[in-house]
C-alpha cells in the first residue's frame, strides 16, 4: 500500500490522481475502475473525494500539486467558475476532466458522457413507463453541481417532448405542463438522507395521486423504494431511477423499479488513469481530436439488468 | 407547566394553518411520518437536555448519530458480526463515549464545548476512516431488526394511524426521562448542580458523576438516535449522516424549555419543541414549492419564539409587580 | 445651615414583588461621615446603588448642593464626584491591579491605554488603604481581603466627593479595618463626605458623625453624633430592645467528638494543625483575612483533601476526600459565601432544605416527597425562617434568613459536628442573634461547634474555647477564661505590630 | 506568552514532521497556499475571538461567509450591480448582523448560543433562497476585484515566494485587533468584561455597547473571510460555502488560549491556532492517502492539545505549591 509518497518517482512509478465531486457510492465503483487500471498500467492511482465543496477541492488538487502528481483527473463542481484552478494545475500537471466537462479550461481531454443527454434517456424511460403521461416528481441531492442541473433539464425537456436545448434551465419550483406530463416539482436533500426520505413521505402526502418519480441521484431510488414499501404503494406508483445502486437494480428484478439510466464510473476511473498513465509516458496519441471520449449512459430495464449487474459485480469485485 | 404554554400554542397554530392550507397534513399517513420524525428527533433532543441541565453542552450528537449509523450496518453487513454482537457493541461506544466527555469534562475541567467539538469532529472522521467512506446500508436483509423503526402498531378504534415504532422509544424514554428527572434522587441533584455546582458540592453530592450521568445519557440517547435513523433510511454515508442534528437537538431542547444557563427544563416541553420543528419543515413541504428557505424560516421561528418567550416573562414580571404594589397601597 | 452637599428626597424604588424603598430621605452635610444603617432587606444597597447611577428610581429626588441632579448611569455618578464601593467584590481578575483601579477612566496618551501612567498613579492609592503589592500583579491571585483593598483603592482614586462603602469590611478583619478607618478619617479632614453602611455596630459607633437607620425601606430615624449608642440603634433597626446579646452560658463539654493531628492544607502545606473539639462545645476560630481558617475548615470537610495528618471522628478515623464522604460520619459546614456554596438561590426554600438529605430519605433511590415537606415546615418552624411558604425561590428571601435555610439544611441531617464558617457575616443584629441563639440550642443539645468569625466582638461573645490562626498556623488557644481583645490580637498577628 | 508556547511548540513539531515526510512542503507554492488558507481561516478567527473574549459565542461565522460569499457574485453576476455597490451591500449586511445579534443578545437578554444557532440556520437559508441553490460565480469577469484574494505580493529578496494578497488583509487585521484589544480603552473594557460583567458596568462602562461592538466585529471579519473566500474560489454553492467554518473558527480560537469562559486571548495565539489546523490537513494531504480521516486527526490534537495545556498548567502549579511548602518549612 503507498502509505507516504513524497514527491514524484521515490517509488519509480508515476502518481495519479483522481479528484471527485464529492463523496458517494457512485465514486466508489469509479474507484475500483481507477485501482484496476492503476494496476494494469503500472501507475500509483488514488482517489480523492472531497467533503467540503468546492473550497475542499481547491485544497486538494492544490495539495496533490504540492505532492508532485503526474497527472490528475477532475469532475469540477462548477466548470464555469473554476477555471482558473484547472489552468493553474493544466500548467504544473498533466489535466483531463471526467464525469463533468470544463471546455474552456486548459484540460487536455473530457473523458465521460453528457449529462443532458443521459437525462434525456432517463426522461424517454419516463414516457416508455407511462405512455399515458401522469403526474411527476424529481428528486435529486442538489441543484448546484453542473451535471445535476443539466440531468435534470434533460430529464425534463425529454418528459415534455422539448428540443434539446442544455442550456434552459426551469427553477425548481415551478410545476410544468405538456405533453400530458405534469411535473410537479424537484425536491433537494443536500445529500441528508432522512431529509431525501422525508421528501418522497411528504409528496405522498401532499400528492397522493402522485403517478410517477424519478430519482436522479445514486442514493434517491432506494429511499424512494423504502418509502413506496411502507407505505404500501411499491408498483402503484412509477419509479425512474439514475445509477446503478443494488436496491434499484433488484428493483428492476422485481419490477418495482421501471428502469434505470446507467452511466458508467467505472470507466470514468478506467479511462481517466488510462489517459493520464499514458499522458505521464509522454504518449499524447492517446488525445483524440475531439478532446472528448465519450463513456455513454445506458437504460437498464428488466430484460437486461441480470446481465449488466454481473458484469459489474466482476468488476467491482462486490460478488464474493 | 406555564413555560411551555407558549410553545405548545405555537404548535398548535402550526398545524391549523398547516391543515388548512394543505389537505394532506390530517392523512393518517402524514401523521405517522410527522410522528415517526419526531420521535427520531425527540430521543436525541431529550439526551442533549439532560447535558444542558446540567449546565453543560453536547455537540457531538450528530457524530454520534454518525458512527452508530454507519457503525451498525457496518459490522453487520461488511464484517458480518452477529446482531446481539453489533447491537452490543455500538452501544458499548455509545456507552463509552459518553463516559469519555463525562470524565474529561469534570476531571480535567475543559469545557463541554471544547471537549464535545472534538468529539463532533473525530466521531465521523473515525466513521468515514472504517467505512471509507463507502455508504452502507442493510440492503434487503435485516427486515427483522428494522422494524424497530419501521414497525407500525396498530392502536385499537382508531382507523387510518398506526403507531410508528419509534414512537413507542420515545414515549418510553420520555416517561423514563421524566421520572428520573422530576422523582429520583439523581434527577434532583441535576437540577440542583445545573443551577449552583458548588453549592451542590458542598451539600454532598458527587457533581462530577451526576456529570457524567448526564453526558452518558446524551451519548446513549444518541447512539439509540442513531440506530432508528439508519434502521429507518436503510442506509448512511458517512460524510453527511445526522450532520446538524446536534443543532436541530438544542433547538429543540431550547425551544422546550430549557436554558443554556442549567437547571431547567421540563421533558414534555422538549417533545414539544421536537414536534414543532419536525412540522414547520412539513408545512414548508406540504405548502409551498420553496425547500431552499425552509432553514431560514426554522431560525426564524426559533428567534422569535424566544423573543416572544422573554418579553411575556418580563410582561407578567411586570403586571405582577403592579399588582403587588396595588395589594400594598389599598389600605387593608 | 447651607444647603446638603447631597440630598436624597422621598426616593422609591421597587422590584418585581418588593418595595424596597418607599420615599426614603436622607441628607449628607460635606466632609461628614453618615452611617446608614438596617436590618438586611432594608434598602440600605438599593439606595446606594441608586446613587451611585447602577439603578434608576421610580420616584423621588436627589439634589447636589440643592440643586436636583439625574444620575442616569453609572458614569454620571462619577461625573458628579459620587463614587460606590458595591457589597460584593467587583473586579476583573483577568486584569492587573492598576487596570482594576482605573477600568473605565483609564488615562489616554496618543489614543491609546497609558499603561505606565496608571502603574504610577496606582501605587500612590495602593499606599493609602495600606496595601503593598506590585500594581501588576494580577487581582485573581490575591487573597479577597487584599481585593476588598484594590477595590477600595479604586473608589479613592476617583477622587469623589462623595464616597459611598457598602459594607467594606465584612471580609475584612481588625487590622485592615482599622488601616480602611484611617483612610475615611483622612478623607473626612480632606474635605470629603463618606457613607458608611455596616452591620457591625461597633464600627459604626466609631466612625459615624451622624446616623440614618432604614426599615423596610422608610426612614426609621436618625441618631446625631451623641445620640449613637449599640441600643440606640439597635432598637431603631429592629423596633425593639434586644437586651442581651450574646446569649452565651458556659457549656460543660462532653465526649471529644473531633480529634485533628497533623492536619496539612493544600494552601498552607507548611503547618500542620491539631486540636480537638468536644461535645456541646462552641469553639471560636479568630484570625486575620488569608490566616487560612476557610481552608482549613474546607480541608475538614473534604472539599479540598488534606496532605497529611489524621482526623478522628468519635474516635473513628477518616480522610473525607469529598464533602459526600465528611457529611457521612456526622460533619456539616456552613460555608463562608452564602451565595455560592450555600444556598442554590433558583430553587424553593423546601428544595434547599432537603438537598442533603435527599441520600439519606430515599427510596430505591426515589425522592420522597411526603419527608420533603416535613422537613421543611419544621426547619421553617424551629429556626423561624421568614418566608411565605416553602415554595418560596430562596433568591427573594432575606441574608439572614438565606443563611438559616442553609443552616437548617444542615440541621435536618442532626450532624455530630457543625463548621460555621462566617455565620453572621452580613447579616443584621436581629438575624445574628437568632443565629446565636441557635448554637447555644445545639451546644445544649451535644451538638460540637466550630465557628470562624471576623468579627471580635463574637468571638468573645461566644465561645466556650477560642483558636487563632496566623498565616496557616493555629498561634494558640484561649480558655473563656483568657479570652480577650489583646490576647486574640496578639496571637492573630502573631507578635507583628499591630497597624492602628 | 507563556500561554501559547505549547501550540507553537506543536505547529513547529507538525511542520517538521511533514518537513521531513515531504519534500513538497517547504516548497514555494505549498507555502503560500499555506499562508493564504491560514489567512482566510485566520480572519474569521479573530472576529470569532473578540466575542469568544467577552464571554460571548457566535455560531453564525460559516453562514455569514456563506451570505456574503453567495450574495456578492450574486449581486454583481445576475443582479448588475455596480462593484461598489455590491461591496457596499455586503458589508452593511454583514455589519447589520452584528447589531442585529448584539442587540438582542444585550437588550433582550437571549443566551448567545440561541441568538448565533438561529442566525446559524437564516444566513444560509437566507442565502439559498435568493440563489435559487444556484451556483454562483464570478466566471472569467472582475478579475481586479479577485486580485484581493489571489494576488500575490512579491517580497524584496525572497525568490520563490510571493505573499498571497489575504496575508496583507490577515496582517493588517491582526495588528489592528492586538492594538485594539491590549491598548485601547475598548479593548480593555472587552476583556474586563468577559470575566466580570458586573465589575465592568459598575466601573461605568457601557457593556451593552461594548457586547454589540465584539459581534459587529465578527461578523465584519466573518464577511470580510466570505468575500476573500469567495474570490479566491470564484465560485460558491450556498448548500455548503462556509459549513462548520464556525467550529474551525472556534477551534483555532480556542487553540490559539481563548477562553470560553471570556476574558482571555491573544492574536498571535489565534493565528498560530488557524496555521496548526491548516497545516495539520496539508499534512494529511501531502503524506497519506487517507484524507477521510483528516478531521478525526484534528479533532484529536484539538483535544490533546487543550488536555496537554492543562496539565502542564496543574503540574506547573503543583510545582509552585512545592516550592512554597519548601520556603514556608525551611527556617528562615
Ligand atoms: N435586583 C433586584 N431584584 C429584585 N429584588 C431586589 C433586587 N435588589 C434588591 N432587591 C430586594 O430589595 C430589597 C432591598 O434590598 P437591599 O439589597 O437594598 O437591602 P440591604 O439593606 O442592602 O440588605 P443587606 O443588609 O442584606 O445588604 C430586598 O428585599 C431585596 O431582596
Ligand atoms: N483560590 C486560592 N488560590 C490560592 N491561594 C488561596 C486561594 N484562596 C485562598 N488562598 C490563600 O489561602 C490563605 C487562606 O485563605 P482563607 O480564605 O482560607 O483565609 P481565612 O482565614 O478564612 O480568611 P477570611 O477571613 O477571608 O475567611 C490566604 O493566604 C490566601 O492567599
Ligand atoms: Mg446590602
Ligand atoms: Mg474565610
Known sequence: ?320 | MKKILGITALLALVCIITAILSEGFLSGYNIENLARRTALLGIISIGVAFVIITGGIDLSVGSVVCLVGCGLPWLLTKQNWSMPAALAAVALVSVGIGIFHGVIITKLRIAPFVVTLCGLMMYRGIARGFTQDQTVGFGGEFTGLRTLATGQISIPFVDGFTLPAPCVFLLVAALLAAIFLNRTIWGRYMLALGRNEEAARYSGINTDRMVIVAYVICSALSGLGGMLYVLDSNTAQPVDFGNFYELYAIAAAVLGGCSLRGGEGTIVGILVGAALIMVLRNMIMLTTNYTNIEFAIIGAVLLIGVIADELVKRYAMRRRAARALLAETKPS | MSAPLLEVRKLSKSFPGVRALKGVSIALQPAEVLAVIGENGAGKSTLMKILAGVQRPDSGAILMNGAEVEIRSVHDALARGIALIHQELNLADNLDVASNIFLGREPLRGGLVDTKRIRREARKFLDAVGLDVDPATLVGTLPIGCQQLVEIAKALSVNARVLIMDEPTSSLSAGEAEKLFKVIHDLRSSGVSVIYISHRLGEVKKLADRVTVLRDGENAGDLAREEISHNGMVKLMVGRDISQFYPHEPHTPGQIVLEVAGIRTPAHPGHALSFTLCAGEIVGVAGLVGAGRTEMLETLFGVTPALGGTMLVAGKEIAPRSPLEAIGVGLALVPEDRKRQGVILEMTVRDNVSLASLRKDQRAGFRNGRRERELSAEMIGSLRIKTPHDRQIVQFLSGGNQQKVVLGKWLALRPRVLFLDEPTRGIDVGAKQEIYRLMEELAREGVAILFVSSEMEEILGMSDRALVMHEGRITGELARAGLSDEAVMRLATAGEKVAA
Open chain 1, 1 to 320: 500500500k503507498p502509505s507516504a509518497p513524497s514527491g514524484s518517482g521515490s517509488s519509480g512509478k508515476k502518481k495519479v490522481a483522481f479528484v471527485t465531486n464529492g463523496v458517494a457510492s457512485f465514486w466508489t465503483i469509479a474507484s475500483a475502475g481507477v485501482k484496476a487500471a492503476g494496476e494494469k498500467f503500472g501507475v500509483d492511482a488514488q482517489t480523492l473525494m472531497p467533503a467540503e465543496g468546492i473550497v475542499g477541492q481547491k485544497r486538494m488538487i492544490e495539495d496533490l500539486l504540492t505532492r508532485g502528481i503526474d497527472g490528475i483527473a477532475v469532475s469540477p463542481i462548477d466548470p464555469a467558475n473554476q477555471t482558473g484552478l484547472l489552468n493553474e494545475a493544466a500548467k504544473r500537471t498533466k489535466l483531463v476532466t471526467h464525469d463533468s466537462d470544463a471546455p474552456d479550461s486548459a484540460r487536455l481531454i473530457y473523458i465521460g458522457m453528457d449529462n443532458y443527454k443521459a437525462g434525456r434517456l432517463c426522461g424517454d424511460l419516463v414516457r416508455e413507463a407511462m405512455p399515458k403521461g401522469g403526474s411527476v416528481m424529481i428528486f435529486i441531492g442538489r441543484l448546484e453541481q453542473d451535471n445535476a442541473k443539466r440531468r435534470r433539464q434533460g430529464t425534463i425537456d425529454a418528459i415534455l417532448g422539448r428540443p434539446e436545448n442544455p442550456a434552459n434551465f426551469d427553477p425548481p419550483g415551478t410545476v410544468l405542463e405538456g405533453n400530458g406530463f405534469k411535473i410537479l416539482g424537484t425536491l433537494t436533500d443536500e445529500f441528508n438522507f432522512a431529509k431525501g426520505k422525508a421528501n418522497v413521505e411528504d409528496t405522498l402526502a401532499k400528492h397522493p395521486d402522485v403517478n410517477c418519480m424519478v430519482g436522479l441521484f445514486a442514493y434517491n431510488p432506494p429511499l424512494m423504494l423504502e418509502v413506496l414499501q411502507q407505505a404500501g404503494k411499491l408498483g402503484q406508483v412509477k419509479m425512474i431511477a439514475f445509477d446503478e445502486d443494488d436496491a434499484t437494480l433488484a428493483g428492476i428484478q422485481k419490477g418495482t423499479v421501471h428502469g434505470t439510466v446507467v452511466q458508467n464510473p467505472y470507466m470514468y476511473g478506467f479511462k481517466s488513469v488510462e489517459v493520464l498513465a499514458e499522458l505521464a509516458k509522454g504518449n499524447n496519441a492517446v488525445i483524440p481530436a475531439n478532446k472528448f471520449i465519450d463513456i455513454p449512459a445506458r437504460q437498464i430495464r428488466k430484460d437486461n439488468v441480470d446481465e449488466f449487474w454481473a458484469d459489474l459485480k466482476a468488476k467491482t469485485g462486490s460478488g464474493k
